[in-house]
């Protein structure tokens, strides 16, 4: 993995995404889902995006899909750099070229985003049939050798099966297969393995990290699950109250957590080693925030908060072996380490 990684920060990066912000309008209030999210996507890279329930993470690429409810929230700012062309700047149109085509997007319920009157050949089918130029014929037989490719048994039957007659595992099969129909350069998983017991959930991962390697295909894995993202991806961003807490290579982030937040969420893993009758957990929960926010937003539910936290929001402070991390006291521990360093190349020199 660390391999993969090393040759995908060579290549330019495949999607740049700068200042994100996507507010939610209600009874007159205007509340940060997403506020101020970076982040390069490379060529063949697995990159998770992890936090609590109602930390934005979905809420940041269904902003780049375009599946945002324009009723009851908006996209305030930002760009999506996108093989040269800003995502956010396409037309309608352009936007279902590049969707389904070259970005293409696994969600979280496999029934409810399968449509239970059509076959599942004939949704792979549909897919083909939009953005490929196939006849009927050609898109049943692609529609086939994808459900293969996605390990369906019986491909030839499963074909003209409803997803009702499917198992679980098998309809998350079948939106991967739709998902990969067109050969896009950019697979998103929202959730991909919630649903399934963890027999299936293990063959799903293995199945996305198997079509990295063979397709070069660059996936954004959404998940709260840390497990998943350690067994998964390359580079992870924590994210919380609508912003980006921590980020860094994975086996970084999970050998040494720089942020209360990501260090929380780590302890509250149960582990098999420990013989404990009580689960650690983060006190408290994710507020409701409203723009502009002038806090830490994880103040209240960190043990070491200080006046300057609740006064002051931290950026997304830049620290040695590309990580970043958003809180004032690892801003404080890195400049005491930094004025060490320079003292001791003083005395050096």
Known sequence: MQMMETVCRKQRALLSVRDLRTYYYTAGRALPAVDGVDFELHPGEIIGIVGEAGCGKSTVVRTLMGLIDPVSSRRESGTALFDGSDLFSLSAKQLCRVRGKRIAMIFQNPLSALDPVY??????????????????????????????????????????????????????????????????QILIADEPT?????????????????????????????????????????????????????????????????????????????????????????????PVFQVPVQRCRFADRCAQSTDRCRAQEPPLIPLAGQRGCRCWQVAHAAYLQAEKCGEEENLNG
Request: glycine share 6%; net charge negative.
């Open 119 to 184: 076959t599942v050949g004939n949704q792979i089918m549909e897919m083909l049939l939009l953005h490929e130029k196939m006849t009927r014929s050609q898109a049943r037989s692609r529609a086939i050798e994808l459900l293969r490719e996605v390990n369906i048994p019986s491909p030839e039957l499963r074909v003209d099966q409803y997803p009702h007659e499917l198992s679980g595992g098998m309809q998350q099969r079948v939106l991967i297969a739709i998902a990969l129909a067109c050969n896009p």
């Open 194 to 286: 919630t649903a399934l017991d963890v027999t299936v959930q293990a063959q799903i991962l293995e199945l996305l990290r198997q079509l990295r390697d063979r397709l070069g295909i660059a996936v954004i894995l959404i998940t709260h699950n840390m497990g998943v993202v350690a067994e998964l991806c390359d580079r992870m961003l924590v994210m919380y109250g609508g912003v980006v807490v921590e980020e860094g290579d994975c086996a970084q982030v999970f050998a040494r957590p720089l942020h209360p937040y990501t260090k929380g969420l780590l302890e509250a893993i149960p582990s098999v080693d420990e013989d404990s009758t009580r689960l650690c957990a983060i006190p408290g929960q994710i």
